[in-house]
């Protein structure tokens, strides 16, 4: 999270720049792999168990990100 100084804070509160605000940094790859990594862990406890190649769309899918987690581990 970026610090802004309080003076450019001050100009952002100015009406005439209302709904200007500090542009977003777009995730990293990393930030992507926590997400997913997130994701699974998730899956995995609301299951109780890891998902599996031959579940439904969803399970499949958490497959196929946990496979993909390992693989660059």
Request: charge should be neutral; glycine fraction near 4%.
């Amino acid at each position: 999270m970026v610090e802004w100084p309080k003076e450019l804070l001050e100009l952002f509160d100015d009406p005439l720049l209302d709904g200007v605000r500090p542009k977003v940094a777009a995730p990293t790859p990393n930030d992507r792999m926590q997400q997913k990594l997130a994701e699974v862990n998730e899956w995995i406890a609301k299951n109780g168990r890891e998902p599996r190649k031959d579940g439904d769309l969803k399970e499949k899918m958490m497959y196929a990100a946990m496979i993909a987690l390992r693989n660059k581990l």
